[in-house]
């Protein structure tokens, strides 16, 4: 919000608190108005909202905040930092230690590579305040138990109008923007109520004409690509302006290693699916779309991955959402957020909106459940279901769209064949330096299975990547 | 949106933290990418500065 005058870092205007962030708090409207006379506002950036919470409460108001972030915040007459990261880990930010003793954070880990001996993912929903020893987590939910969802009602209507209203927060933009359409259910979804609300400023709560009013959406996918078609379907349904983005397989080949150094991370299915995003990232940034809306999450937390209908019973679908939400920050949200960075473009999630998750993880996990004749997210189905072509709406979860989201099958096998063949020839050659860091380990597959998932070991990730 | 890079309890001298400080936000394209990430490196490190 503001790039004119939100220019960083930020500042109280005693000068004595300085604020250095990456993200957006999409509440930021409703916070200005509870601090209209007691705090004196000197930009209109949203994230300015974080001073006046500071100098009110301390470090104990995160809560407050709706949005994503990682910022870290100087005290410079108390001499304290304060280091914050947002509830999903959707804004990336690392942290580490050099051998002085000396503290870094970075929203980057190749920033912090080569000057600290340890290096750390800092957790997402966490936030480190110097007086303390260490990072404390300051997002937590009653639903992450099932105990305390079990009983719970079921309301499509509330659904439906959490997510709106979770589009429409995040639509708060002063720049151009887009949705990515995949053709799949939930970016469909999303473009869908995108669109209802892109004729209106919503800075101005919807009185005022919208500086952006189209709505366009991007496909992208190798060509022929069912996805691209559905993607095509959905964006004659709802009018928006779609572009179709194609690649080639040698274009996906030749873009994997910028890809790994982006994401900073070797995780296969996330490159994978990142590349193509990437892709399409170039092609938006050159239309001048700075903001783009994306569908990750849901089906963490709906259960949409097709595995889930074996799950035994709801605790156990209920027990495996919220486990995955909780790595989220690994995966899906490092490629929503790096792919599109990459390029400066700012990816947006409104299915891990937090008020969103608080609708959606508090729905009793029996109807998530896919039985009984119901496929998987028949509740985010049901409640959509007249805003999109039936087809869409309970067009199943393929296993191209399991994979990928954005190509289709056949290609993409030979694809994922070719790029796995690529990343075991990297590991091949990258073996002196595995038996140099890892002696005890016997084999390159063991290695980078034991440690690519440890957000602690990322570090490795990139002095692989690095070779 | 921004990148950001943050140091403190800085121990070292005021000329070698810069250097690093800069050579950090080059390393991760933040102050290409972003355009004012070199800034927030150098303004955080100056104020952490004024303080040792």
């Known amino acids: 919000m503001d790039p004119q005058s939100g220019g960083q870092p930020l500042y109280t205007d005693d000068k004595k608190v300085v604020l250095a962030v990456n993200g957006e708090i999409y509440n930021h409207g409703d916070i200005r108005k509870k601090y209209e006379g007691k705090y004196n506002f000197l930009t209109k950036s949203d994230c300015e909202v974080i001073l006046a919470l500071y100098r009110d409460k301390g470090a104990s108001f995160l809560e407050d905040l709706n949005g994503i972030f990682g910022f870290a915040l100087y005290d410079i007459e108390n001499d304290i930092f304060l280091i914050s990261r947002d509830h999903m880990g959707i804004i990336p930010l690392y942290?580490?230690?050099?051998?002085?003793?000396?503290?870094?954070?970075?929203?980057?880990?190749?920033?912090l590579e080569g000057v600290c001996n340890k290096i750390e993912v800092f957790p997402p929903g966490h936030y480190y305040y110097s007086k303390d020893k260490g990072p404390k987590k300051w997002y937590s939910r009653d639903w992450m138990e099932f105990e305390n969802v079990k009983e719970n009602k079921t309301e499509i209507a509330a659904l439906r109008k959490g997510l709106e209203d979770a589009v429409h927060?995040?639509?708060?933009?002063?720049?151009?923007?887009g949705v990515l359409l995949s053709g799949g259910l939930d970016s469909s979804i999303i473009s869908a109520v995108a669109k209802k609300f892109a004729s209106r400023r919503v800075e101005t709560?919807?009185?005022?004409?919208?500086?952006?009013?189209?709505?366009?959406?991007?496909?992208?996918?190798?060509?022929?690509?069912?996805?691209?078609?559905?993607?095509?379907?959905?964006?004659?349904?709802?009018?928006?302006?779609?572009?179709?983005?194609?690649?080639?397989?040698?274009?996906?080949?030749?873009?994997?290693?910028?890809?790994?150094?982006?994401?900073?991370?070797?995780?296969?299915?996330?490159i994978r699916a990142s590349t193509p995003m990437f892709l399409m990232a170039r092609v938006i940034k050159s239309m001048?779309?700075?903001?783009?809306?994306?569908?990750?999450g849901s089906d963490e937390i709906f259960g949409g991955y097709l595995y889930f209908h074996k799950a035994p019973h709801a605790k156990a679908l209920h027990e495996e959402t919220v486990r995955k939400l909780d790595k989220l920050h690994l995966y899906d949200n490092l490629r929503a957020n790096k792919s599109l960075a990459a390029w400066g473009v700012e990816g947006r999630v409104p299915f891990l909106d937090k008020e969103f998750m608080d609708v959606a993880m508090r729905i009793n996990p029996e109807d998530k459940l896919p039985r009984n004749g119901r496929i998987e997210k028949w509740v985010l189905r049901k409640a959509f279901e007249d805003m999109?072509?039936?087809?869409?709406?309970?067009?199943?979860?393929?296993?191209?769209?399991?994979?990928?989201?954005?190509?289709?099958?056949?290609?993409?096998?030979s694809w994922f064949r070719i790029r796995s063949q690529m990343?075991?020839?990297?590991?091949?050659?990258?073996?002196?330096?595995?038996?140099?860091?890892?002696?005890?380990?016997?084999?390159?597959?063991?290695?980078?299975?034991?440690?690519?998932?440890?957000?602690?070991?990322?570090?490795?990730?990139?002095?692989?990547?690095?070779? | 949106?921004?990148?950001?890079?943050?140091?403190?309890?800085?121990?070292?001298?005021?000329?070698?933290?810069?250097?690093?400080a800069i050579n950090m936000a080059k390393k991760s394209d933040i102050g290409v990418r972003i355009g004012q990430g070199y800034i927030v490196v150098r303004t955080l490190f100056w104020l952490m500065n004024d303080l040792q």
């Open chain 1, 388 to 413: 999109l072509p039936e087809s869409i709406v309970w067009r199943q979860k393929s296993n191209s769209v399991m994979v990928s989201g954005t190509v289709g099958l056949t290609p993409l096998k």
């Open chain 2, 1 to 20: 949106m921004c990148g950001i890079v943050g140091i403190f309890n800085v121990k070292k001298s005021d000329e070698s933290m810069r250097s690093q």
């Open chain 1, 205 to 270: 709560e919807d009185k005022n004409e919208a500086w952006y009013p189209q709505l366009h959406s991007f496909a992208v996918g190798l060509p022929g690509a069912p996805d691209l078609i559905a993607a095509r379907k959905v964006a004659e349904h709802i009018g928006s302006i779609h572009h179709e983005i194609n690649f080639t397989i040698q274009e996906g080949l030749d873009a994997i290693r910028d890809v790994i150094y982006h994401l900073e991370t070797y995780d296969i299915t996330t």
């Open chain 1, 169 to 177: 927060r995040q639509l708060m933009s002063d720049v151009p923007y």
């Open chain 1, 423 to 467: 990343i075991s020839w990297q590991m091949r050659h990258s073996n002196f330096l595995i038996k140099r860091l890892h002696p005890k380990k016997n084999t390159i597959t063991e290695v980078y299975f034991n440690r690519i998932s440890r957000p602690n070991q990322l570090r490795f990730v990139f002095l692989l990547f690095r070779l």
């Open chain 1, 95 to 111: 942290h580490g230690w050099d051998e002085y003793g000396q503290y870094y954070v970075a929203s980057e880990l190749k920033a």
């Open chain 1, 288 to 296: 001048g779309i700075k903001m783009v809306l994306s569908g990750e």
